[in-house]
């Protein structure tokens, strides 16, 4: 079993930092970031996880001083300080292909690998927001279609650059003067729709090969780009049938496009409260959520229903199912559709579950209660692994860390030790030969 540990500033629970036992401001302190990085590699974790996007959720809405989500430290000036406080655990970082240039972010992630020691991992996004666009000097989100086509080339762009050098490009041959062997240089030449990339990479090749690729997206574009690329998949499905679904078809896709469907983890996110008692865990959370105001409340459920606001209707009655899909996060709002639908629930559950973990799978119990549903999921192949979503932090995950973690140890389930230094040896993903090593040995100018 596979498990990241997904970190969002002070807990994924939006109320999170007004309860006494969080860092309300531990968002913007890289001491707190530290502190869960290690208690994450504590756990043998294979990784920690940070989402990211370029804006304030709605900058004119008035709740917005309600919540510390506003402010975080930039993930990807992160990763590079935790590489120096922790020694095996992988470092994955969101960063967009809509608001990003390929040779620019191909050196910071490159960069990223060498520091860790081969531990980077690259969670491509396409964004969803608006405030996004209003940031990168755009009048408005360009459309769902634009952006994942838009993706496609940036994702092969990226991987050539990282291919620049080969592995045994660098002599550093002080005698004879030789630094690197220009044959193993590779000029990319790359003109496409949207990228004209000359190449090459000013840094050597990352020590993973490439950094691991991360895909979120559920969309069916979503869907086609992680099965051409993507190496670990995050999803949000909540239902075992769902997932199990979801995994199949995500491995028959990734074999249509020639690729081992072994080399896709495919990791739901999964938000856990331990307690003695199932009782005490949903007591727990029920602490949290009666800390979450109104305002902030509906400004989520907007978010996660693409800016379609529900607040009007009446508490009890039904969850709309026709609501359009806009240009926004499209597969959340056909999850939380379908959700609702399979649930028979009112604009009040919807409510509290979306607030609450916004569509991912919500576990409260014992200790041996939370292993039995993940190990549940795993042995039906629903799952190569999870993403572990703590509502709190950071009692959320040392909890888990202390007391789910050992009984998942005990099954035979999840590692007792790092056996590997790279994100690459933990997952059990082979490293990727370069595109040209297979090529002459003369200087390669290559257009796409």
């Known amino acids: 079993m596979r498990l990241g540990a997904f970190l969002q500033d002070?807990?994924?629970?939006?109320?999170?930092?007004?309860?006494?036992?969080?860092p309300a401001t531990g968002g913007i302190s890289f001491g707190h970031y530290a502190r869960l990085a290690q208690i994450a590699e504590r756990g043998k974790f294979d990784a920690v996880f940070f989402g990211d996007m370029s804006t304030i959720m709605y900058p004119e809405d008035e709740a917005l001083g309600q919540t510390a989500r506003a402010v975080h430290i930039e993930p990807q000036s992160l990763l590079p300080a935790l590489?120096?406080?922790?020694?095996?655990?992988?470092?994955?970082?969101?960063?967009?292909?809509?608001?990003?240039?390929?040779?620019?972010?191909?050196?910071?992630?490159?960069?990223?690998d060498h520091i860790s020691g081969g531990r980077a991992g690259w969670n491509i996004v396409t964004s969803?927001?608006?405030?996004?666009?209003?940031?990168?000097?755009?009048?408005?989100?360009?459309?769902?279609?634009?952006?994942?086509?838009?993706?496609?080339?940036?994702?092969?762009?990226?991987?050539?650059?990282?291919?620049?050098?080969?592995?045994?490009?660098i002599l550093a041959d002080k005698d004879s003067g030789q630094f690197f062997d220009p044959a193993r240089l590779h000029v990319l030449n790359h003109k496409g729709q949207h990228f004209q990339v000359r190449g090459p990479l000013n840094v050597t090749r990352p020590p993973q090969g490439w950094p691991v690729?991360?895909?979120?997206?559920?969309?069916?574009?979503?869907?086609?780009?992680?099965?051409?690329?993507?190496?670990?998949?995050?999803?949000?499905?909540?239902?075992?049938?769902?997932?199990?679904?979801f995994r199949t078809k995500i491995r028959?896709?990734?074999?249509?496009?020639?690729?081992?469907?072994?080399?896709?983890?495919?990791?739901?996110?999964?938000?856990?409260?331990?307690?003695?008692?199932?009782?005490?865990?949903?007591?727990?959370?029920?602490?949290?959520?009666?800390?979450?105001?109104?305002?902030?409340?509906?400004?989520?459920?907007?978010?996660?229903?693409?800016?379609h606001d529900l607040s009007g209707l009446l508490p009890d009655a039904p969850v709309p199912q026709d609501l359009p899909l806009g240009e926004g996060n499209q597969s959340r709002i056909r999850l939380l559709m379908t959700v609702a639908a399979r649930e028979?629930?009112?604009?009040?559950?919807?409510?509290?579950?979306?607030?609450?973990?916004?569509?991912?799978?919500l576990l409260l119990g014992t200790a041996e209660e939370i292993a039995d549903q993940l190990e549940a999921r795993f042995t039906a192949g629903a799952a190569d692994g999870f993403n572990i979503m703590p509502p709190w932090l950071p009692g959320g995950l040392e909890e888990f860390v202390d007391q789910v973690?050992?009984?998942?140890?005990?099954?035979?389930?999840?590692?007792?030790?790092?056996?590997?230094?790279?994100?690459?040896?933990?997952?059990?993903?082979?490293?990727?030969?370069?595109?040209?090593?297979?090529?002459?040995?003369?200087?390669?100018?290559?257009?796409?």
Do not use: C
């Open 344 to 361: 028979g629930w009112t604009v009040r559950d919807l409510y509290w579950y979306v607030v609450g973990s916004r569509g991912h799978w």
């Open 213 to 245: 690729l991360v895909q979120a997206g559920s969309s069916d574009d979503g869907q086609a780009l992680a099965a051409r690329v993507a190496e670990v998949i995050f999803t949000a499905q909540t239902g075992i049938e769902d997932s199990l679904a």
């Open 10 to 22: 002070v807990g994924h629970h939006i109320a999170a930092w007004r309860h006494p036992d969080v």
């Open 405 to 448: 973690v050992p009984i998942l140890q005990r099954r035979g389930l999840f590692r007792t030790d790092y056996s590997g230094t790279t994100l690459r040896d933990h997952l059990g993903l082979a490293r990727p030969r370069g595109r040209y090593s297979d090529a002459d040995t003369s200087i390669q100018q290559v257009s796409r």
């Open 83 to 112: 590489a120096m406080v922790t020694g095996r655990i992988g470092l994955i970082s969101t960063a967009s292909t809509t608001y990003n240039e390929p040779y620019a972010l191909a050196r910071r992630f490159a960069a990223i």
């Open 128 to 169: 969803w927001t608006h405030g996004e666009a209003l940031n990168a000097s755009l009048a408005a989100l360009p459309t769902h279609d634009e952006r994942y086509v838009r993706a496609e080339e940036f994702v092969d762009v990226i991987r050539d650059l990282w291919d620049s050098f080969d592995d045994d490009a």
């Open 252 to 307: 028959a896709r990734a074999a249509g496009f020639g690729r081992d469907p072994d080399g896709i983890k495919v990791m739901p996110g999964v938000m856990p409260v331990v307690g003695r008692s199932r009782a005490e865990a949903e007591d727990k959370f029920h602490r949290f959520q009666e800390l979450i105001r109104p305002e902030i409340g509906w400004a989520i459920m907007r978010r996660h229903l693409g800016g």
